[in-house]
C-alpha cells in the first residue's frame, strides 16, 4: 500500500465539508494520501473548491444531477489504484486515526485483501460507515464498485457483512471519527439531512430483502 484516496462525497454542506477538511492529517511518510471530492449535484461547492486552490484536495468532481452517495462513491472507486477511505462530509478525522487504520491494515491485511472500520465514537453508524479498503478486497466487486448499485444512500452495511464472512474485516477502536448527526447534534439538520430521510426507508427495505436472500454484494451479488 503506496497510495490511498480519500473519497467524500458532498452535497451543498459547504461550512461542514470545511470541517472535515480541516480535520484531515496525515503523516506516514511512504504512503500518499489524495483527497478526492464529489459535488452531488451541487454546482456552487464545486465551484469554490475549484477557485480555492486548496492543496489538501487533489481532485474535485462535479455531477450535475442529484445522484446520491453511492453513485458518487461507485464512480471514483472503479478507477482506484490502491487502497482507498470512504468518508462523508459532516465528519471530523480524530488526530492520527488515519494513521491507525493504516497501521492496523499492514498489521492484519499486508496485501491488501481487507477492510479496516472507523470508530464513530459519539454516535450508533454502522461499524463500516467509514472504512479503510485494500485494494485486493476491492477487487472482489464487479466493476470494483464497492457499494450495491441498487442503494441510493444506506449501503455500506454489506462491506460489513462480507468482510466478516471472509474474515476480512477489521473494526479499529482507536480509528477515531466524530460524527455530527443531528440524532445527537440537533443544530446539525440541514436540507441533506432531509433529503437523504426520503431514501432511507427504500435502502433499508432493499437491505432488508437482500439479507432474507442471503445476498453480499461482491460474495454473490
Known amino acids: 500500500m503506496k497510495h490511498i484516496d480519500l473519497i467524500i462525497p458532498t452535497r451543498n454542506r459547504w461550512k461542514k465539508l470545511q470541517r472535515c477538511l480541516k480535520s484531515i492529517s496525515f503523516d506516514i511518510s511512504d504512503i500518499i494520501l489524495d483527497v478526492i471530492i464529489i459535488c452531488d449535484g451541487d454546482h456552487e461547492t464545486a465551484y469554490k473548491l475549484l477557485s480555492s ?23 471514483v472507486t472503479q478507477t482506484v489504484e490502491d487502497a482507498l477511505i470512504y468518508g462523508v ?49 476491492l477487487a472482489r466487486y464487479p466493476q470494483r464498485k464497492l457499494f450495491y448499485p441498487k442503494y441510493f444512500h444506506f449501503s455500506c452495511q454489506e462491506i460489513a457483512r462480507l468482510g466478516s464472512k471472509l474474515d476480512k474485516f477489521q473494526f479499529e477502536e482507536n480509528a477515531k471519527v466524530h460524527h455530527y448527526h443531528p440524532a445527537s447534534n440537533h443544530s446539525e439538520m440541514d436540507k441533506t439531512h432531509e433529503e437523504a430521510r426520503v431514501y432511507r426507508n427504500k435502502d433499508l427495505k432493499l437491505s432488508s ?10 460474495d454473490n451479488v
Open 53 to 75: 486552490n486548496d492543496s489538501l484536495i487533489t481532485r474535485v468532481i462535479y455531477i450535475k444531477k442529484h445522484s446520491g452517495s453511492v453513485y458518487c462513491r461507485n464512480l
Open 209 to 218: 430483502k437482500r439479507r432474507a436472500k442471503g445476498l453480499i454484494w461482491g
Open 89 to 137: 462530509d459532516d465528519i471530523e478525522f480524530l488526530p492520527g486515526s488515519i494513521e491507525v487504520a493504516v497501521e492496523k491494515m499492514r498489521e492484519y491485511y499486508p496485501d491488501g485483501d481487507g477492510v479496516v472500520g472507523f470508530n464513530y465514537v459519539n454516535s450508533s453508524q454502522s461499524e463500516s460507515a467509514t472504512c479503510l479498503v485494500g485494494q485486493q478486497f
